[in-house]
C-alpha cells in the first residue's frame, strides 16, 4: 500500500519508511496470516531492520492497526471521489463498485487481508472505521437513491451497504485467484445487473 508519496525532510522520510511497511507488512501477512507473520519477516521484506518496526509502530499489533486505518482511507477516498463524479445515484453506485473493483485489483493482497484478517475481535474499532467511511459511502449512495425515490423507502441500506461490500470483496479475491485473465470491466457488468436487479429494480410500484 504504497500510493502516497511523503514529503521531503525527516517526517517525509519517516512517512516513506512506513509506506515501504505498510507494503511488506500487507504482503507478509497475506501470505502467512497475521499470527504465523513476525516482526523479523516483516522488517526482512521492507529492507529494515527490526528495531525500525518498533520505533514506528510500538509493536506488530500497532503496525497491523496502522495499515488497516492506512488502507481503508484510501480506499473510502477513492470510492468517495467515484460517487462524486456521477450525476444519478444508480450511477454512482455503478461507480462505486467499479472503484472497489479496481483497488483491490491494485492491492490485492490488502483485500485478502481483510477478508481474512479484520474481523477479530481484536480489530473492533477498525471494522467501526471500515463501517464508517467505507461502507458509508455505499449507504450514502443508496441514501440518495431512496430520497430520490429510485428505490423504496424500506430499503435496510446498512445491510445493502454490507453486502455490496462483501459481494465486491469475495468476488475481486476469486477473479484474481481463478480468473486473472477475466477483464474487471466483465466482472463489474456481471455486480451491476445483479445489482440493478435486486436494488435498482426494488422499485415504489408494489
Known sequence: ???????????????????????????????????????????????????????????????????????IRQLAETMTRAAQAQEGPLEALDAVIMAQLRFFEE?????????????RTAWQETIATLRREVLGVYADTLRE??????????????????????MVLTTSIERRALHPTRPVEQLHATLVDLVHGRVADHLLSE
Request: zero cysteines; aromatic letters at 10%.
Open 145 to 166: 437513491a431512496v430520497a430520490r425515490s429510485v428505490v423504496r423507502a424500506d430499503l435496510d441500506v446498512e445491510t445493502a451497504a454490507t453486502a455490496l461490500f462483501g
Open 1 to 71: 500500500m504504497t500510493r502516497q508519496r511523503a514529503s521531503g525532510g525527516e517526517d517525509g522520510r519517516r512517512a516513506a519508511t512506513r509506506l515501504r511497511l505498510f507494503g511488506a507488512a500487507v504482503e507478509v501477512i497475506a501470505e502467512d496470516g497475521y499470527a504465523a507473520a513476525t516482526v523479523e519477516a516483516i522488517a526482512e521484506r521492507a529492507g529494515v531492520a527490526k528495531g525500525t518496526v518498533f520505533y514506528n509502530f510500538g509493536s506488530k499489533d500497532g503496525l497491523f492497526t496502522a495499515l488497516l486505518e492506512h488502507g
Open 107 to 119: 492491492y490485492a493482497a490488502f483485500a485478502r487481508v481483510l477478508l481474512t484478517e479484520m474481523w
